[in-house]
């Protein structure tokens, strides 16, 4: 018995039973509107690269969701439930630092050469007291500084939808947890942000600066 | 200069004439962003009075040099400006207001709507309201498609953007990092030796087209390169047929587009789909966008062709919406004026 629980545009997250532990099924579906090489191409290149990274991250001390099981002939990755409300949702009043844990913990991925790809306030989750990052859908390996910057940059954009003073105190939280994480060569990432930002169509001036 | 706008007197504009038994203010729509000079009367009960324009063409396989297009639009401009007020069968004394296309564009070319703009207001005594080009785009589609609240993806020549209204302006979900779309489809068609806008001819390529060929498929996060399709495209034609090379030129940039957009629909959870800009009359990317919409069951609403390009109108219209003037020694234009940094009502 499996369940739909989000129709995502990259994959359909289904929660169901694998050798009687609940968990969660990532299925790739096929997309009609692509052309089906294409398609089949980015479907199963995805997965398994996905799965791999899962694997990588939790080697390096990132806390995500536990692989159970990857078929490639239909595109599924199955793993651990994570069951909790999305940072996107969660007010981080008190002295929680969510910001800075999350910062903590790209700053690990980076620093395993691992690059999110998405690293919204959605793929993070709080599970119990910690934070579990997920959807390695668009992850892919790099050190450059360019990879690294683009994934703060997306942070960067994803923060900036709060009111200016909200998003000054988050980012500068995650900046905090990001420069532990990575360690002391992030100044250089974080410098190449701007640089991205002014690189973008038209002119950009964020509110945070 | 920066948020210049805030820094000007605002006044509200309340002159309003009457029309018939109701009362509306009419504006002219001046937009003379890139290729089109356009001039449009429109009522603030949203009905177009007219919408008169003319295309400035380059020669074939070059694109729009901005000092020949600006040489075109002052010499179009009088007698654009002239049919337009006698098509809607109104004086300059009727309107209540002179919106012009502020930005962003090329330069020679916004100048030449914003001094008519100024002309008018100055000689006339009329409100003058700056308008974001882009704004416009989506105001008007707004208005046209009855969406209220939706995705809107923009796609043309100057922008490739899929953009969300969230507390008070229009938010980025997803942007091209280097060229847009309508860039990517003018500069291949520009090396086919077409002359711009190219994307009608591309579509007729690939029409044509059977074999697709691999070509870079670059989605960071939300945001989309065509670059690397551009000149990988260009490479190609040396050993592949030109219509292979289009058709999987189109299906490869649309299925970056799609995806982007499917993925901020499925983020923001909005349950409707905008959809404007000049690359917005291709069919196979309408077709594509229509499969995500079922996919995210969302509704998908697509800018009637006439008004999806640059026209007046969307300026006249957003001039009206936004009812922001300046004084005509303030109204300048920028080259570079992103979308997020405009307050919307």
């Given at each position: 018995?499996?369940?739909?629980?989000?129709r995502?545009?990259?994959?359909?997250?289904l929660?169901?039973k694998?050798?009687?532990?609940?968990?969660?099924?990532?299925v790739?579906?096929s997309?009609?509107y692509?052309?089906?090489?294409?398609?089949?191409?980015?479907?199963?290149?995805?997965t398994?690269?996905?799965?791999?990274l899962?694997?990588?991250?939790?080697?390096?001390?990132?806390?995500?969701?536990?692989?159970?099981f990857?078929?490639?002939?239909?595109?599924t990755?199955?793993?651990e439930y994570v069951?909790g409300p999305?940072l996107k949702?969660?007010?981080?009043?008190?002295?929680?630092?969510?910001?800075?844990?999350?910062?903590?913990?790209?700053?690990?991925?980076?620093?395993?050469?691992?690059?999110?790809?998405d690293?919204?306030t959605s793929?993070f989750?709080l599970y119990?007291?910690e934070?579990?990052?997920?959807?390695f859908?668009?992850?892919?390996?790099?050190?450059?500084i360019?990879d690294r910057a683009v994934d703060?940059?997306?942070v960067?954009?994803?923060?900036?939808g709060?009111?200016p003073?909200e998003?000054?105190?988050?980012?500068?939280?995650?900046?905090?947890g990001y420069k532990?994480?990575f360690?002391?060569?992030?100044?250089?990432?974080?410098?190449?942000?701007?640089?991205i930002?002014?690189?973008?169509?038209y002119?950009?001036s964020?509110?945070?600066? | 200069?920066k948020?210049?706008v805030?820094?000007?007197?605002?006044?509200?504009?309340v002159?309003?004439?009457?029309?018939g038994?109701?009362?509306?203010?009419?504006?002219?729509?001046i937009?003379s962003?890139?290729?089109t000079f356009?001039?449009?009367?429109?009522?603030?009960?949203?009905k177009?009075?007219?919408?008169?324009r003319e295309?400035?063409?380059?020669?074939e396989?070059?694109?729009i040099?901005?000092?020949?297009?600006?040489?075109?639009?002052?010499?179009v401009?009088p007698?654009?400006l002239?049919?337009?007020?006698r098509?809607?069968k109104?004086?300059?004394?009727?309107?209540?207001l002179?919106?012009?296309?502020?930005?962003?564009?090329?330069?020679?070319?916004?100048?030449?709507?914003?001094v008519?703009?100024?002309?008018?207001?100055?000689?006339?005594?009329?409100?003058i309201?700056p308008?974001?080009h882009?704004i416009?785009h989506?105001e008007?589609g707004?208005?046209?498609?009855?969406?209220?609240?939706?995705?809107?993806?923009?796609?043309s020549?100057?922008h490739?953007?899929?953009?969300?209204?969230k507390?008070?302006?229009?938010?980025?979900?997803g942007e091209?990092?280097?060229?847009?779309?309508?860039?990517l489809?003018?500069?291949?068609?520009?090396f086919?030796?077409?002359?711009?806008?190219?994307?009608?001819?591309?579509?007729e390529?690939?029409?044509r087209?059977k074999?697709?060929?691999?070509?870079?498929?670059?989605?960071?996060?939300?945001?989309?390169?065509?670059?690397?399709?551009?000149?990988?495209?260009?490479?190609?034609?040396?050993?592949?047929?030109?219509?292979d090379?289009?058709?999987?030129?189109?299906e490869?940039a649309?299925?970056?587009l799609?995806?982007?957009?499917?993925r901020?629909?499925?983020?923001?959870?909005?349950k409707?789909?905008l959809?404007?800009?000049?690359v917005?009359a291709?069919g196979?990317?309408?077709a594509?966008?229509?499969e995500?919409c079922?996919?995210?069951?969302?509704?998908?609403k697509?800018t009637?062709?006439?008004?999806?390009g640059?026209?007046?109108?969307?300026?006249a219209?957003a001039g009206?919406?936004?009812?922001?003037?300046?004084t005509?020694?303030n109204?300048?234009?920028r080259?570079?004026?992103r979308?997020d940094?405009?307050?919307?009502?």
């Amino acid at each position: 018995m499996t369940r739909l629980i989000k129709r995502g545009a990259e994959a359909d997250i289904l929660l169901g039973k694998w050798r009687d532990i609940q968990a969660i099924f990532k299925v790739r579906k096929s997309r009609k509107y692509m052309h089906p090489e294409l398609d089949d191409l980015l479907r199963s290149q995805r997965t398994l690269r996905e799965a791999e990274l899962i694997k990588e991250a939790k080697d390096n001390g990132v806390r995500c969701p536990r692989l159970y099981f990857v078929n490639l002939e239909d595109s599924t990755i199955i793993m651990e439930y994570v069951k909790g409300p999305r940072l996107k949702d969660v007010s981080d009043e008190g002295n929680t630092n969510l910001f800075g844990i999350m910062g903590n913990m790209l700053g690990k991925l980076h620093r395993s050469g691992i690059i999110h790809g998405d690293p919204t306030t959605s793929n993070f989750i709080l599970y119990g007291d910690e934070l579990v990052v997920l959807d390695f859908g668009l992850s892919f390996r790099s050190n450059t500084i360019e990879d690294r910057a683009v994934d703060l940059h997306l942070v960067k954009e994803v923060l900036s939808g709060d009111d200016p003073l909200e998003f000054r105190r988050k980012y500068a939280k995650f900046l905090e947890g990001y420069k532990v994480g990575f360690g002391t060569a992030s100044d250089e990432t974080i410098g190449r942000v701007k640089q991205i930002e002014k690189r973008g169509r038209y002119a950009r001036s964020s509110w945070g600066e | 200069m920066k948020a210049w706008v805030h820094k000007q007197k605002i006044n509200l504009i309340v002159s309003r004439v009457a029309i018939g038994h109701t009362l509306a203010t009419l504006a002219l729509g001046i937009e003379s962003t890139a290729h089109t000079f356009g001039a449009s009367v429109m009522s603030s009960s949203g009905k177009i009075l007219s919408d008169v324009r003319e295309v400035y063409r380059g020669p074939e396989g070059s694109g729009i040099h901005p000092r020949e297009a600006s040489r075109h639009h002052s010499e179009v401009a009088p007698g654009v400006l002239g049919r337009s007020l006698r098509e809607a069968k109104v004086k300059v004394s009727d309107l209540g207001l002179v919106a012009y296309s502020a930005g962003p564009g090329l330069g020679p070319c916004l100048r030449v709507g914003a001094v008519v703009a100024r002309s008018i207001s100055e000689y006339y005594s009329k409100p003058i309201v700056p308008v974001h080009h882009a704004i416009g785009h989506i105001e008007l589609g707004c208005l046209l498609t009855g969406a209220r609240d939706p995705v809107c993806l923009l796609i043309s020549g100057g922008h490739t953007a899929i953009l969300a209204e969230k507390s008070g302006r229009w938010r980025f979900f997803g942007e091209t990092l280097d060229i847009t779309i309508g860039q990517l489809l003018d500069q291949f068609g520009r090396f086919l030796g077409f002359g711009s806008p190219c994307g009608p001819r591309i579509e007729e390529l690939a029409n044509r087209g059977k074999k697709y060929i691999r070509m870079p498929y670059t989605v960071k996060g939300n945001d989309l390169s065509f670059s690397g399709i551009l000149t990988f495209s260009k490479n190609l034609t040396k050993s592949e047929r030109v219509e292979d090379v289009a058709y999987s030129l189109q299906e490869t940039a649309f299925a970056m587009l799609c995806e982007a957009t499917e993925r901020a629909l499925a983020f923001t959870e909005k349950k409707e789909l905008l959809v404007t800009g000049g690359v917005a009359a291709n069919g196979r990317l309408g077709a594509m966008l229509d499969e995500v919409c079922t996919r995210q069951g969302v509704e998908l609403k697509v800018t009637p062709q006439r008004y999806a390009g640059d026209c007046g109108t969307q300026i006249a219209w957003a001039g009206l919406v936004a009812k922001k003037s300046v004084t005509p020694e303030n109204a300048f234009v920028r080259q570079s004026w992103r979308l997020d940094q405009v307050e919307i009502a």
